[in-house]
């Protein structure tokens, strides 16, 4: 599964058995009752945070007593939250549901916490380790094949692989259908069809997978978002106009798409806190250089929060394209708008605006822009 949604599988067997030293709690609630222990932890303050219908923030804090905590609430529907203490970067990432949940962590690992007492998380539990089962093996065999990708494939191997590829997708296509079969009830396979389909080209599976759900979790507030997320698919498919981006750059400055036509121009969505993109911006700035003056730009997307941080790895990286951000991470206006559920990812936009090519990285873009440019003068 991608980076947002990590796997707790192996983390929670650290764990197992802590639960039985917890009272039972009572199920005739209508809302949540989180009770939980922080091993080796006396005092202090823990947070609970998600986001909202409208992408905002909203956190609610309380104390721990010798080292049990308790937090109250009532969910329209189920949707992850984040539980942490003074590290953000040591946190908890869970789906929340009504109802009783019994958690139990380690101070210096918040993250590997055991969660009791939640359908969905125990369902998302249950997917990550199916899932390591088929994409363990496939894995494997192409960090082998490829020596951690520092050897191209010859014609024998790359058959070799595209088999393989092709049996992986066959496998991981069965599992989640027969996943979300099995839990149609559950809003945690909403967010295993989004994980798994919502960055593909078109809705056309995510539909099918979506018709299976129970209309109550159709309506749920993932299930919605996957409807609007294919709605907007329809204005960012290949060859359609993309939308408009209108945001401020690094000194307040408006910027706007629609300025940049005439010239081939890449929207890269990053952020300073994301490894994989920043092991991607050298090889964009390559490209960048080799192509800039020849009509090719970059409006540089963050998905960040603190400026600081998204001004330091600009810096930090040489990025000297244009950058924007309203510094508000997922809830960035742009990347609802352009259905970005993971980073790094992009579009090409060709000099009338219209999109050529989507989540183009490495040697594909740099193949990609040396055909565009081909024969133009240096």
């Known amino acids: 599964m991608k980076q947002y949604f990590s796997s707790l599988l192996l983390s929670l067997l650290l764990i197992t058995g802590l639960l039985s030293t917890q009272p039972a709690l009572s199920q005739s609630i209508t809302g949540y009752v989180i009770k939980g222990t922080i091993i080796g932890q006396q005092s202090g303050v823990i947070y609970l945070k998600h986001k909202d219908a409208n992408q905002k923030e909203v956190t609610d804090s309380t104390n721990l007593v010798d080292g049990n905590f308790t937090f109250r609430g009532k969910l329209a529907d189920p949707i992850f939250h984040t539980l942490y203490m003074s590290n953000e970067n040591s946190a908890l990432n869970f789906l929340l549901e009504n109802s009783a949940i019994e958690i139990i962590a380690k101070r210096d690992s918040l993250s590997l916490a055991r969660v009791s007492g939640s359908k969905n998380q125990d369902a998302m539990k249950s997917f990550d380790g199916l899932w390591s089962e088929v994409s363990g093996p496939f894995f494997n065999y192409m960090s082998t094949a490829t020596q951690n990708g520092k050897i191209k494939p010859d014609s024998a191997l790359q058959l070799k692989v595209e088999e393989k590829q092709a049996e992986f997708r066959m496998k991981s296509d069965s599992l989640i259908k027969s996943f979300v079969a099995a839990h149609s009830n559950l809003v945690a396979s909403?967010?295993?069809i989004t994980e798994s389909y919502d960055n593909t080209k078109d809705g056309a599976q995510t539909l099918k997978l979506l018709a299976m759900l129970q209309p109550e979790v159709q309506q749920s507030a993932y299930g919605k978002a996957l409807y609007n997320s294919i709605a907007k698919k329809k204005n960012l498919v290949i060859g359609s106009v993309a939308p408009e981006i209108t945001m401020n750059d690094i000194n307040g400055k408006v910027v706007t798409l629609s300025s940049f036509r005439g010239k081939y121009v890449l929207i890269d969505f990053?952020?300073?806190w994301c490894g994989p993109c920043r092991q991607e911006n050298p090889k964009v700035l390559k490209s960048f250089k080799k192509y800039n003056s020849?009509?090719?730009?970059?409006?540089?997307?963050?998905?960040?929060?603190?400026?600081?941080?998204?001004?330091?790895?600009?810096?930090?990286?040489?990025?000297?394209w244009t950058h924007v951000s309203d510094l508000k991470e997922w809830g960035n206006s742009a990347a609802m708008?352009?259905?970005?559920?993971?980073?790094?990812?992009?579009y090409l936009l060709d000099p009338d605006g219209k999109i050529i090519a989507r989540n183009i990285t490495g040697q594909a873009l740099t193949e990609k822009l040396a055909s565009i440019f081909a024969g133009k003068s240096k």
Not at 302 to 320: F, N, R, T, V
Not at 337 to 346: K, L
Request: charged residues 25%.
């Open 270 to 272: 990053w952020a300073s």
């Open 337 to 346: 708008d352009y259905a970005i559920h993971a980073i790094p990812d992009n």
């Open 190 to 192: 909403t967010v295993i």
């Open 294 to 320: 020849q009509g090719f730009e970059i409006l540089g997307i963050s998905l960040d929060k603190h400026k600081a941080d998204w001004l330091k790895a600009i810096k930090s990286d040489g990025l000297s």
